[in-house]
């Protein structure tokens, strides 16, 4: 047999390379394509800033404008490759280096962008824009104090926040002017969480517009904020306690022929929040919170004295108020004629009088108060349930709110001292009448 040597059919086995390598090409192709996808980024972060702001001849801050664009992002690579990209693999850099110049407005500083994932070059990507618009403005520092708030959390059952603190107090923001300008507060959240101890929280700082909006990451990285932005809010915790009574004095004597009735307060009892020395010292005050008599002068009054105080300024240290109480609170000193006592009569005991047909009478309060003299009679033998009879008519009466008088009989020698009212309501419903509850 004739030996073949290596240099026979060239040309035949040229083409077989050629045939096979298209044959491969092809069927690549076909299981792994190359094909471009796209995707969308919203942050371009902004490097060497203190280019611009250590330079002697600018010595300014700069800021991306707000109204740049998200950036679009196509690479084009193999199919299997663009399967495991994922928007997170990819992250865009503008360096102010390399801005072509800084004496534009704005700066446009090119924009770079690579992916993590492996076989994708910088030739595989393109960028559109191509340059992040940035603003340069004058340097500025100011100090804020740092708001303290909790949200809607709330601590535990039968507990009060008795303080937020921030550490620190205040922080000191640099950043552009047009910014800094900008600033209406900082605050820090806390999330009590239903917490009954005292606790600490690292908390980040959100800062607030003057339009009360929170400032875009564009802008907060656009600043340089003391302690990075993040403060330490301790949260101290008191506890409830409740039916804690309201003592109330007067100075003064009232006019000729006149005599202090009593004294009542509305409400009569509040509820406070304290730590535990506040409401021991409380405790020792047998949980009465008394206001200053000197706070009613009642001198040469001869009608009943009305008077609203605040209670914020008389808790004792540590202890206040809580949340959903009132902090003012209503003092009357009645003022009555010299041998006169004033009467609690239940609107339950008042006959009513040619109440209207299959119509329901209430009254708007439990009790009314009845003013009584006697020149003769000793008061203290006066019975209120037994002796003071009380009823009014409702004679040509319909549907309606009514403030009607009230007529009351006495045992001889005993006589009112002012006209009384009281308020109804007649309805046609099946409505209760509370006061005889």
Known sequence: MKKRKITDNIPLKIMSVAVAVVVWLIVVNIDNPVGTNYYTLNNVELINKEYVESSDTIGK?????????????????????????????????????????LDTNPVMVPITVTCSIPGVSANDIKVTPQNLSVNLDEKETQEFVVNVSRGDTKPGKDYEVGSLTANPEKVRITGPKTLINKIDKVNAAIDLDGNTQDFSQDVNLTIIDKNQEPLSDSEMNSLRIENNAKVVVTARLWKIRQGVGISAGYVGTPADGYQVGSVKTVPDTISVAGSTEGLESLAQNDNVITIPADSIDISGESKDIEKKINLSNLLPDNVKLTSDSSEDVWVTVSILPVGSREFDIPTKSIEVKNKPDDLQVTFETAQIAVRIKSDENDMDDLNAQKDIKASIDLNGKEEGNYEVPVKIVLPDGYETVEDITTEVVISSGTAVDESKS
Request: glycine share 0%; charged share 25%; with cysteine.
């Open 61 to 101: 801050m700069c800021m991306p404008e707000q109204s740049q664009d998200s950036i679009r992002v196509a690479i084009t690579t193999t199919k299997k490759i663009r399967d495991r990209i994922k928007v997170t693999d990819i992250s865009a850099v503008a360096d102010l280096q390399q801005a072509v110049s």
